[in-house]
């Protein structure tokens, strides 16, 4: 069973601090790694993907990836209460091919506090 | 850039009837299409799956079918609605060969009562 883990929270930091989440991962074979942003009653939107061991910055998020030890990470910069969200951790699912399947994480739930 | 759309956004159904869900895609084609859902509290899980026009495949055994009559249409029906069917249901697309990046529709919230 594949799995995709994270710690469900609510993570709470202060406004302008950096929000740390993180993400654990079963699969080694795994290749792409997906953060989406969830806001309550809407759909996922994806925010950041990553496919290379490292950093990859996109304004005030970074995604880090390190496939040796199977975890993905998202540090959020100064912090704003808009950024409250629910947030979500997906993997490709390689098993089957190039299928663009998904596995997703529970969710980790920030709360950014004015 | 494409467009994914989804209706009904909300939709209460009593137990044993039927349902159907229509998700189309504007602004690409030939696609990859996905359905989600999301029970209450949890995470997202995938239902089905479609690389072209009548390519489903299914992930779970359930309650529920799906079927790609068109490129860009994706519909998920069932003939007899149970309670467990309720949750939040989402289409995904990603856009053709090579791209690995899902995006979603906006969602139906369905409750079977």
């Known amino acids: 069973q594949k799995e995709v883990e994270q710690n469900s929270g609510p993570l709470s930091v202060p406004e302008g601090a950096i929000a740390s989440l993180n993400c654990t991962y079963s699969?080694?074979?795994?290749?792409?790694f997906f953060w989406y942003r969830q806001y309550s009653g809407k759909s996922p939107e994806l925010i950041m993907s990553i496919y290379s061991n490292g950093d990859k910055e996109d304004g005030r998020f970074t995604a880090q990836l390190n496939k040796a030890s199977q975890y993905v990470s998202l540090l959020i910069r100064d912090s704003q209460p808009s950024d409250s969200a629910t947030y979500l951790c997906?993997?490709?699912?390689?098993?089957?091919?190039?299928?663009?399947?998904?596995?997703f994480g529970q969710g980790t739930t920030l709360q950014v506090k004015p | 850039s494409q467009t994914i759309h989804q209706w009904p956004a909300t939709l209460v159904q009593p137990v044993g009837s039927p349902l159907s869900l229509e998700c189309t895609v504007e602004g690409t084609s030939n696609p990859n299409l996905y359905w989600y859902r999301q029970a209450a509290g949890r995470g997202l899980q995938l239902l089905f799956y479609?690389?072209?026009?009548?390519?489903i495949s299914s992930e779970v055994p359930q309650n529920l079918s799906a079927s790609r009559p068109q490129d860009r249409q994706f519909i998920l029906s069932s003939k007899k609605l149970l309670l467990s069917d309720s949750g939040f249901y989402l289409c995904?697309?990603?856009?053709?060969?090579?791209?690995?990046?899902?995006?979603f529709g906006q969602g139906t919230r369905l409750t079977v009562v």
């Open positions: 699969d080694r074979v795994s290749q792409s």
């Open positions: 997906a993997v490709g699912d390689n098993g089957s091919g190039n299928t663009g399947k998904l596995i």
């Open positions: 995904a697309c990603i856009l053709g060969t090579g791209n690995t990046e899902a995006f």
């Open positions: 479609s690389i072209g026009i009548d390519q």
